[in-house]
């Protein structure tokens, strides 16, 4: 799955059998918000955002409104991705929308600027991917957090 942000000239490229396996963790948590950590890497010109794994967290919070993640516990494993070849590490966040749609509420769009501003995460434009369960009907949006505010992907063909 390719993806593409128009204004800012950026691209995700993502495997859908990756998307497939989220889809299936988030839906053994529903009907609560479940996620975790996108993991990859950039191409040279930091155009390309490769998503190539997730990480789940070891502790976290979740209700039918909201998510919240710790990422203590899971150093170890970062760096084992680090090592890889090419060096992978973390690239943003994924959660899902029980009963909603995949758009990025207020609260997901602070909590992605919130991250973007953190002094330790090892990124500037963090990404947040976000599943949204309606019925039978599964929905994906795919955003960026650049200077505070957030844009969003559109699928290409």
Do not use: C
Request: glycine residues 6%; negative net charge.
């Amino acid at each position: 799955m390719n993806l593409y942000n128009n204004e800012l000239d950026v691209f995700i490229s993502v495997d859908e059998i990756l998307i497939e396996k989220l889809v299936k963790i988030g839906d053994l948590y529903f009907p609560k918000e479940y996620g975790g950590f996108l993991v990859g890497y950039y191409n040279e010109t930091f155009k390309i955002v490769y998503i190539t794994d997730y990480v789940l967290p070891m502790k976290y919070e979740n209700t039918s409104t909201s998510f919240k993640r710790e990422p203590s516990g899971l150093e170890e494993l970062f760096e084992e991705l680090y090592i890889k070849t090419p060096s992978q590490y973390y690239i943003g966040e994924w959660h899902t929308h029980p009963n909603g749609i995949s758009k990025a509420s207020s609260l997901d769009r602070i909590a992605l600027n919130k991250i973007a501003e953190d002094k330790s995460t090892p990124i500037e434009n963090p990404i947040m991917l976000i599943i949204g369960y309606q019925r039978e009907n599964i929905t994906l949006s795919f955003y960026v957090s650049v200077n505070g505010k957030l844009y969003e992907y559109e699928q290409r063909k």
